[in-house]
């Protein structure tokens, strides 16, 4: 594991007495994803609203890559999607969580070759860091950056690795009994932290109960994370989508996979400068940390929010039924199609992430989901 440098274990010492003092006014103990607002979205000093460089290589210090920074292949197929979308619905786009603004660059490239007259591009972004970065970024470029959602949206909605960062439970399975594990003070004078266990709320005693009563009971010893969070954002967006299509791209399983027995330790992982670690306590806000989500739980919140579900398959099958191979025979180099096989190579991102699209009013079957679909595991 790379050693943080002065500043930023100053940083980290910032973040920490926050968590602190958040832990003894709660009298001892606080949720895991309570932990995750702080050290992941506390202005100025939470991971995704610091001045910490988060995308990128690790030479030039950041912690992960998303798709849409390996090639802009990924934007050109999503484009091709988009576009059959576009022949039923207005040509806007809203985008969440836009992180280095790569895809929307890409995305608004790839549509004007293709002689697409967009009407708008919104970027929904929590973080006013990364809104500086996306600005220059995307200088000059027809985007708007709202503050939050809009209502009676008609167009296409995208959420790249959006609900993977949202805040999540933990739980943990002793002796029968369901608890929620969180976070304690191991020692204030050196702002380190330990998990604990607690007697668990009405709403994730009843999310698990459900997801047993669906796959059968979990082991004793058995940990993992749920996101509430994440569901009630896609509840939410049945608000703000009057008209289109939602697409989800994400790491993440249905719900009978990602609770599978032997699953015992659940998914959430940790980066920091591309080395994955699994303790989520180490240096608080200089960390990414993520769980895989649950796609199932997510169909269910879209459907019962009155979406339909359009299609859930793997990224490689989306890339693909959307045309990358002939984009990437257009402008053929070696390194594209080393870049392409990271993103459809099952070794890597091409069965981790998944795509799913929910929405009203638009008339399927879409071509990203033709061969590949499905929606009958979720």
């Known amino acids: 594991m790379p050693s943080p440098g002065p500043d930023a274990i100053e940083h980290s010492e910032r973040v920490a007495a926050l968590v602190a003092a958040d832990i003894e006014r709660a009298g001892g103990w606080i949720p895991f994803d309570a932990y995750l607002q702080r050290v992941l979205y506390e202005p100025q000093l939470g991971y995704y609203a610091s001045g910490i460089r988060k995308f990128g290589k690790a030479s030039a210090g950041g912690d992960f890559v998303t798709a849409p920074e390996i090639s802009p292949l990924f934007a050109q197929a999503l484009a091709e999607q988009l576009a059959q979308l576009f022949q039923q619905v207005p040509a806007r786009i809203v985008e969440f969580g836009a992180g280095s603004g790569v895809l929307a660059r890409d995305l ?16 929904v972004e929590v973080s006013a860091d990364l809104i500086e970065r996306q600005q220059r970024q995307l200088a000059n470029a027809p985007v708007r950056w709202l503050a939050e959602p809009p209502r009676e949206f008609e167009g296409v909605m995208l959420a790249n690795e959006v609900l ?5 439970k933990l739980f943990f399975k002793r002796n029968g009994v369901i608890l929620e594990r969180g976070v304690v003070l191991q020692d204030r004078a050196r702002g380190s932290f330990a998990f604990a266990e607690r007697a668990c709320g009405d709403d994730l005693a009843a999310a698990v ?18 996101n509430l ?42 980066h920091f400068r591309h080395h994955a670690h ?3 306590l180490w240096m608080p806000g200089l960390n990414d940390v993520t769980a895989h989500v649950d796609f199932s739980a997510i169909a269910d919140a879209a459907h019962g929010a009155g979406f339909d579900i359009h299609g859930y398959t793997s990224q490689a099958h989306f890339l693909l039924n959307c ?17 392409l096989q990271r993103l459809v190579s099952e070794a890597e991102m091409g069965e ?27």
């Open 352 to 378: 981790l992430l998944k795509v799913l699209c929910v929405g009203r009013g638009v008339d399927a079957p879409l071509i990203g989901f033709a061969r590949g679909d499905r929606r009958h595991t979720l």
């Open 229 to 270: 969070l994440a569901e009630s954002w896609m509840r939410s967006a049945s608000r703000w989508l009057k008209r289109g299509a939602l697409l989800v791209i994400d790491y993440g399983f249905p719900q009978r996979e990602y609770y599978h027995p032997q699953r015992l330790m659940g998914t959430m992982m940790c």
């Open 278 to 280: 699994t303790d989520p």
């Open 209 to 226: 109960a459900a997801i047993e009563s669906q796959h059968g009971g979990l082991p004793d010893g058995y940990a993992s994370e749920i």
């Open 164 to 168: 993977d960062v949202m805040p999540f």
């Open 323 to 339: 045309g990358v191979l002939q984009h990437l025979a257009a402008n053929y180099t070696p390194q594209q199609s080393g870049a």
């Open 108 to 123: 608004l490239a790839a549509l004007a070759h293709r002689g697409i007259a967009r009407e708008s591009y919104f970027i």
